[in-house]
């Protein structure tokens, strides 16, 4: 029976398990216990680094700067004409789109006061409300000074945050950690888990192929591929997808024409990944990071290659 390698495309908010590389490198993330969360947020254009190329993982995080990547990962472009002067202290400052675009959600609500403090660093529980308001997760919080204790349940449940064993919920939230959590939520919504760990079981892959309506063929199929292979960048190892001459200039076209949107991959309809398009792909090679280990970028380019029909020579 002949087997059936095909690219689909969709568009959507969040991303899933890879990502194609187009994202600069941040010089000070390598060996971050984060590091994986921020460059797949970076990837995949929610967070970004400074002009110096760094991200400074272990600087805090202050109101303003948070609803800034909590509205850019929910795919909105705020207006500064129409959103500003929505709280005393939100005039037409940079931030003033993002903070009264989620005002307007119902994201935010401010102080007693009537002020937000755009500038006041963000404590744990703060923006944990915040992200299950943004990815509106049916959570509610509490009443009283521990307001935080059903949103901090949720979040632990869900396995959003890392370590509950050193949490402190009034504790300032830094660079990292706040990145790890959008990360894990993402993944959590994107693929209505029960838990983030589940995120890498074995199985996961067989629970995508019910989530598959929305996808639409792209046309493209083993029949465009010559064959696939690994390598490796800085990121780590990438999966190597080597198309037909006569198939380049139209995956080209392809790309360029769905900048934003995800290409998901798959094999005999069983889901392998959905890399974003970050920018038109040419050339002879499509490169796929994000497969975190050199035995899974094997494995899906051995698979990859059984199904198109290519032997590697192990002479």
Not at 104 to 133: C, H, Q, S
Not at 233 to 248: A, H, Q, R, T, Y
Request: include cysteine; hydrophobic fraction near 35%.
């Amino acid at each position: 029976m002949r087997k059936i390698f095909s690219f689909c495309l969709i568009a959507a908010i969040y991303a899933a398990s890879a990502s194609v590389v187009f994202a600069a490198d941040l010089s000070d993330i390598g060996g971050h216990d984060n590091e994986i969360a921020i460059k797949y947020l970076e990837e995949n254009g929610v967070i970004s680094g400074y002009e110096d190329g760094t991200f400074k993982p272990d600087n805090t995080v202050n109101r303003a700067e948070l609803l800034k990547i909590l509205v850019g990962g929910s795919g909105e472009n705020p207006s500064t004409e129409t959103y500003k002067n929505c709280f005393p202290d939100v005039k037409e400052d940079w931030y003033a789109p993002f903070v009264c675009f989620a005002k307007e959600e119902g994201w935010v609500k401010g102080y007693e006061d009537g002020t937000f403090k755009p500038e006041k660093e963000i404590t744990r529980a703060e923006a944990m409300k915040m992200l299950v308001n943004a990815m509106e997760f049916a959570v509610s919080e509490g009443e009283g000074a521990m307001w935080y204790e059903p949103i901090v349940a949720f979040v632990e449940e869900k396995g959003i945050l890392e370590d509950m064993d050193r949490y402190h919920e009034n504790k300032l939230i830094d660079r990292g950690e706040i990145s790890e959590n959008i990360y894990r939520a993402m993944i959590v919504r994107q693929f209505d888990l029960e838990n983030f760990e589940g995120y890498f079981e074995p199985d996961f892959f067989e629970f995508m192929e019910d989530k598959n309506d929305d996808w639409v063929k792209s046309g493209f199929n083993q029949d465009d591929l010559s064959n696939a292979s690994v390598g490796e960048d800085m990121n780590g190892p990438v999966l190597i997808l080597n198309f037909k001459e006569e198939s380049k200039e139209e995956f080209a076209t392809l790309t360029e024409n769905n900048i934003g949107n995800y290409l998901g991959i798959f094999l005999d309809g069983e889901f392998i990944s959905n890399p974003k398009i970050m920018d038109k792909i040419s050339g002879d090679y499509v490169y796929i990071s994000g497969l975190y280990t050199e035995e899974v970028a094997q494995e899906l380019a051995d698979k990859i290659n059984e199904y198109i029909g290519y032997s590697v020579d192990t002479e």
